[in-house]
């Protein structure tokens, strides 16, 4: 339980045995993901259904993710499915050529305004980077290039600009749909794919509400746009999500690194969740155990501080879905070993805070890492205390007891936070501290004679209102 860096595992055909969700759950997995990129409605209700089950079954409260396609920019197909590219050859996109028409001469585009969007000079990426071509003039709806990076190129692979500016929506027909599914199967978390700026957000989160939905909303940043207007976003999410693969292509691979280490160190100070994503343990899709390149990578965003990260392809179509979540929580506890930069209580020390029991997590954790205390007990309705108090470093667990799953689940997402069930009662102090610790001693969690900081607020049931903090000593049942 005292891995503090989270796992997002994405389900698909690799995961689909019941058997192997315990396992994965058994392994470490915190919230699943589930890729409406891939599948078709009944297919996400089904993986739904079974990760509750099967995390009722392992007695955990496991957070549920649902990420939007979003506009991927795609070519449409060739008559023989695939053309071989060379250095040099010239190559068109057209969005008026037909559905199947392409051919080594070009292909169609799912985006009637491409030409609109390049000039001549700029540079195309497909399929991920791995073909580049080089734009040399613009004919009406036909941009000609020339290829620059050759290689073999199939149906439906993605387009980027070097340097952003396609200027697709960032939330389609098919999205909208989606919304309202992540609504009706109560999922936890909304991921809004290729955002451009805080707007792109709140329609999101407008949406998803007007569907029914409650879950927090995650910000994928994909777009040199996004990256561009990053403080709107934090500000219009609850959840960043530093999305890799399209990113490292528009930005350039040089620059990802630093961007990576920029946005999570933004979203920790705002207060905010954060995600690390793509390509984390990418080759266990075919191998049992990472590269020493991809423990490297995993373990520089754990030590930036990142709350979680995130496995793809590794989960939904590898070989191993359960060994690459035990490696990647073996690798997060490696690390986790190390401070992070700004050490124990730098955090927002010279802020003035507009909340109480923002203030009270703030002074909870300047308290722990000044105090022998073994853990941090946060009574709490929808999960902000022990959100706040999660984004101070500290190696002291921090026990959400909350008598609803929604926010267990939710809390499943924070550093350092792990979820209680506990049923919150309108009783005497006494009593209430004595059946916090019979809670916490049952679990095994604390022992006889430790302190604890406990934070709670004098209106049971309302959000937000925390406003108190003691520190108590676990004492003998009886």
């Known amino acids: 339980m005292h891995r503090r860096t989270k796992i997002v595992a994405t389900l698909g055909p690799a995961s689909d045995r019941k058997e192997t969700l315990r396992k994965m759950i058994d392994a470490g997995l915190d919230v699943a993901r589930v890729n409406f990129s891939h599948g078709e409605a009944e297919d996400h209700r089904r993986r739904a259904a079974d990760l509750r089950a099967a995390a009722k079954d392992c007695g955990r409260d496991v957070g549920l993710l ?16 695939a053309v071989e590219l060379e250095d040099g050859d010239s190559f068109f996109l057209d969005s008026e050529l037909g559905l199947e028409d392409g051919t080594k001469d070009g292909v169609g585009v799912a985006m009637n305004t491409i030409h609109q969007d390049v000039a001549a000079g700029d540079t195309l990426l497909l399929n991920d980077g791995m073909i580049a071509l080089h734009v040399d003039r613009i004919d009406k709806t036909r941009v000609y290039t020339t290829v620059v990076n050759g290689g073999i190129l199939s149906n439906h692979k993605g387009i980027n600009k070097l340097g952003g500016g396609l200027s697709a929506p960032a939330l389609t027909e098919v999205d909208r749909e989606n919304i309202k599914l992540a609504a009706e199967l109560e999922m936890d978390f909304l991921a809004v794919s290729f955002v451009r700026d805080g707007d792109d957000v709140k329609e999101a989160r407008r949406l998803f509400e007007e569907a029914g939905g409650k879950g927090l909303i995650v910000a994928k940043i994909e777009r040199v746009e996004a990256v561009d207007n990053i403080d709107s976003i934090v500000d219009a999410a609850d959840v960043i999500m530093v999305a890799r693969g399209d990113l490292g292509v528009e930005m350039g691979y040089a620059e990802l690194t630093g961007i990576q280490k920029k946005l999570i160190r933004k979203t920790r100070k705002a207060s905010k969740i954060v995600i690390t994503a793509t390509q984390m343990m990418e080759s266990m899709i075919q191998n ?8 490297s990578d995993v373990s520089n965003a754990v030590m930036d501080g990142t709350d979680a990260v995130m496995l793809s392809g590794e989960t939904a179509v590898g070989k191993y879905p359960v060994k690459a ?13 190390y401070p992070l930069p700004e050490g124990r209580t730098r955090h927002r020390m010279g802020d003035y805070f507009g909340r109480v029991d923002e203030a009270i997590a703030m002074a909870v954790m300047y308290a722990a890492n000044h105090l022998d205390v073994s853990a941090i007990i946060a009574l709490t309705e929808s999960g902000s205390t022990a959100r706040w108090m999660s984004r101070i ?11 609803h799953v929604a926010t267990s689940r939710r809390v499943s997402l924070y550093r350092g936070v792990f979820p209680v069930a506990f049923e919150l009662t309108d009783e005497a102090k006494a009593k209430l501290y004595r059946n916090v610790f019979d809670a916490l001693l049952s679990r095994e969690l604390v022992n006889v004679g430790e302190f604890l900081i406990f934070t709670k607020g004098d209106l049971d049931g309302v959000s937000g209102s925390t406003n108190s ?9 009886g």
Do not use: W
């Open 66 to 81: 649902g990420d939007l396609q979003g506009p991927k920019i795609r070519i449409l197909r060739f008559h023989d499915n």
């Open 288 to 295: 049992p155990v990472p590269t020493r390149a991809e423990v």
């Open 325 to 337: 979540i035990r490696a990647m929580a073996e690798v997060c506890t490696g690390a986790e070993k």
């Open 393 to 403: 470093r500290s190696d002291i667990p921090i026990y959400a007891l909350t008598p």
């Open 469 to 477: 903090m003691t520190i108590l000593e676990v004492t003998k049942p």
